[in-house]
């Protein structure tokens, strides 16, 4: 093995001499804590609410959120809110159907209807932003990702230190990232600096600040959580991690259940396939006694 | 099928009756009951009887996922996203469709290595070789076609991509193009498709798994020593030793296939694949799959087209050609202590492509994937050529019995199984 092992340490070595040629990019966003990580994540239902109140009071102007239907906002592992709280919501907002007589109304939006989009259409969505639609929401917290790098990449994928939050944690550094671009950097018109937007020229202005949603006070009056813009990102970014994947708590409960059949199916199939073969092993032959005699 | 004993004996009347006008339960028997197995398999012979539960979970899996899936680019996306969200349990056959792929790829990849390493595609295991190549072709247009499905950006890319290479064949590759995308670009025809053939191909897999599995039940199972079964004691039956170590096996793989599943459903894949498909906007980097990664870095280290198309297609093609290429009398790399060394640079320069594969085609990255594409080459029409030809391989055990108890020990016990043809098939053709 002497010549694999030094043919493999050469190549590694050529490989690691390779890698700084892609250093100078993008920070890395930083890891937060997630209450819905790990193998036991559950998403924290007043996050989600407070999530959602961002989304729908900031971002909704201009983000449609065109997959998730008022009626999941109510369903179970999402932020919880009751049915009745669903139909009132949906009751605030418009949508377009065609009537019998073919005419095209408009009525109060119901549970099972999608939520409404912003923008008739793509192109007006593109026409009022600039050139570009701004992404839609429903599943933009899997969509958006960074890259972790050679080893961090393989520990990922592990059990108990896995990672799959990239998206939740960039979409956070992201609305956190707005600063003032370095000297020397033009930063033209339409378009504003970012840390973490991949070339940090971003055509979205800072959409949150500190104090711009008014979040529910606690019993005594004061506010839960504090209201800066550290705060609503984290909470839209939860929030948008559960529009991305709503069956997520369904996910993580069957699968413990799953896995822990699948270990107790195999432990008990190791000692069937162990007593199966105990005669074969030594020295005695061990087939069926049919098999003997014939042949 | 195979020319050992038939040991099945129909007891009631209807199964006398039945045997006696199609005897398909005495085929079955002799091939998964009475099959003499070699006694000293290891774990890596459990992967055939994991392959076969895969393709059997894709296939179910996926028959349901169409019930609900809609091929046309406009509604494609959505339809995944329907699955996802609205589907009762939708979310789990999708994802264990999706990670099946991938779980079905960790499979084949190991049991091609494991055929590679004890040299089980030498004869006379030539045609059940090739005919386990030609279903590895098949996965893999299987599931590049089915990674276009959700109409993603990288479906969509990776399908522009992939057909444009295809027209670099020389006379007909503009046709095949033409024919794949139905139109003059990727869209709504090439997914309608994509659809139809992704649904088609599975089935030519599963012909070709039953062609597979007969070669293997005519010529016999290899085995660590590459000794072949030279008595009865060499052998057991297949049930219940090999079906319950078998299962056994599959169970331990469910585990890890379940892992993914319900804990990194997202991870094998792409978060460029949840964007809708979008023909004005190129993703930064177009990468495929894990599993074609080697493949796709190959087709990179080239700077001309055809020749790279050339090269990536040859580097599968090249596998049909390994029974005539090694020149080993031996079979199992076990005892070629030179050869061995060259399997496990072999293995290493397959991840390393793979690792390249993922990384933009520029600069350092771009002479190390033609280095490893050279030796990739190297050792399929050097190495094992020549390795064969000065190697000296160690000792060999008298019988398979011998590697497992020791050898000079007499066997007292036991008549054996019976084994005639499984033990010798007819010399090399």
């Known amino acids: 093995m002497t010549m694999t092992r030094a043919l493999a340490a050469s190549f590694l070595a050529a490989l690691v001499s390779l890698a700084p040629a892609h250093a100078a990019e993008a920070p890395k966003p930083p890891r937060e804590e997630w209450s819905f990580s790990g193998i036991f994540g559950k998403f924290d239902q007043a996050q989600l609410q407070r999530g959602f109140q961002v989304y729908r009071e900031v971002c909704s102007s201009c983000h449609s959120m065109s997959l998730v239907r008022f009626r999941n906002l109510a369903e179970p592992g999402g932020p919880g809110f009751t049915a009745g709280q669903v139909k009132a919501l949906a009751a605030e907002y418009k949508v377009k159907e065609v009537n019998d007589n073919g005419e095209e109304v408009e009525r109060p939006a119901r549970p099972a209807d999608a939520w409404p989009s912003p923008f008739p259409n793509d192109k007006a969505a593109a026409a009022a932003n600039g050139g570009k639609a701004p992404p839609d929401f429903s599943v933009l917290a899997k969509a958006r990702t960074f890259e972790r790098g050679f080893p961090l990449f393989v520990v990922d994928a592990m059990p108990f230190v896995g990672y799959s939050e990239q998206g939740v944690d960039y979409i956070h550094a992201l609305l956190n990232g707005y600063e003032d671009a370095p000297a020397g950097m033009e930063v033209p018109a339409g378009t504003n600096y970012n840390k973490y937007y991949p070339g940090h020229l971003i055509a979205m202005a800072k959409p949150l600040s500190d104090g711009q949603v008014t979040y529910a006070k606690g019993e005594n009056g004061e506010p839960v959580v504090p209201e800066t813009v550290e705060q609503y990102s984290r909470d839209v970014a939860a929030f948008m991690s559960w529009t991305a994947e709503p069956h997520m708590e369904a996910r993580k409960a069957l699968g413990f259940r799953v896995i822990l059949f699948l270990i107790l199916l195999a432990g008990l199939l190791y000692y069937v396939k162990k007593k199966i073969w105990a005669d074969v092993g030594g020295e005695v032959h061990g087939l069926q006694p049919e098999l003997h005699k014939t042949g | ?429």
């Open chain 2, 1 to 429: 099928m195979s020319g050992h004993a038939n040991t099945y004996v129909p007891k009631s009347r209807l199964a006398k009756w039945f045997e006696s006008r199609l005897p398909l339960v005495g085929l079955m028997h002799s091939s998964f009951v009475s099959f003499p197995v070699p006694r000293n398999l290891n774990y890596f012979w459990t992967f055939g009887a994991i392959l076969i539960m895969m393709l059997g979970l894709q296939i179910v899996t996926g028959v349901w996922l169409a019930m609900h899936y809609d091929p046309s680019a406009d509604k494609a996306f959505n339809s995944v996203e329907h699955i996802m969200r609205d589907v009762n349990y939708g979310w789990l056959l999708r994802y264990a469709h999706a990670n099946g792929a991938s779980m079905f790829f960790v499979a084949v990849y190991i049991h091609i290595f494991r055929n590679l390493y004890y040299g089980s595609y030498k004869a006379p295991r030539e045609v059940l070789y090739i005919l386990g190549v030609i279903i590895y072709l098949l996965m893999m247009a299987t599931a590049f076609l089915g990674y276009t499905l959700p109409w993603g950006q990288m479906s969509y890319w990776g399908a522009t991509v992939i057909t444009n290479i295809l027209a670099a064949i020389p006379v007909v590759g503009d046709t095949i193009q033409s024919l794949l995308w139905g139109g003059y670009s990727v869209g709504s025809p090439t997914l309608n498709r994509f659809f139809s053939l992704h649904y088609l191909l599975p089935f030519m897999i599963a012909g070709v798994v039953v062609l597979h599995v007969w070669a293997l039940h005519v010529v016999g199972q290899n085995n660590p020593t590459g000794i072949p079964i030279k008595s009865g004691k060499d052998a057991v039956a297949f049930t219940p030793y090999a079906t319950v170590k078998d299962v056994f096996a599959a169970v331990v793989f469910m585990l890890f296939f379940a892992y993914w599943i319900f804990y990194q459903p997202g991870y094998l894949g792409h978060a460029d694949n949840y964007i809708p498909a979008n023909p004005a906007v190129t993703p930064a980097h177009i990468v495929p799959e894990w599993y074609f990664l080697p493949f796709y870095a190959i087709l990179r280290a080239v700077p001309d087209k055809l020749g790279g198309v050339i090269l990536m297609f040859g580097a599968v093609l090249i596998l049909a050609f390994a029974p005539w290429l090694d020149t080993s009398r031996v079979r199992s790399s076990n005892y070629r202590p030179i050869y061995r060394q060259f399997f496990w640079l072999f293995v290493i320069v397959c991840v390393v492509l793979g690792w390249l594969g993922a990384k933009p085609p520029e600069g350092g990255y771009v002479i190390a994937s033609q280095i490893c594409t050279f030796y990739y080459f190297a050792h399929f029409l050097i190495v094992m050529p020549l390795v064969g030809l000065f190697e000296t391989p160690t000792a060999l055990p008298g019988s398979i019995l011998e590697s497992v108890t020791g050898p000079g020990k007499q066997i007292e016990s036991g008549s054996g199984m019976p084994v005639g043809a499984a033990a010798a098939p007819s010399s090399k053709g």
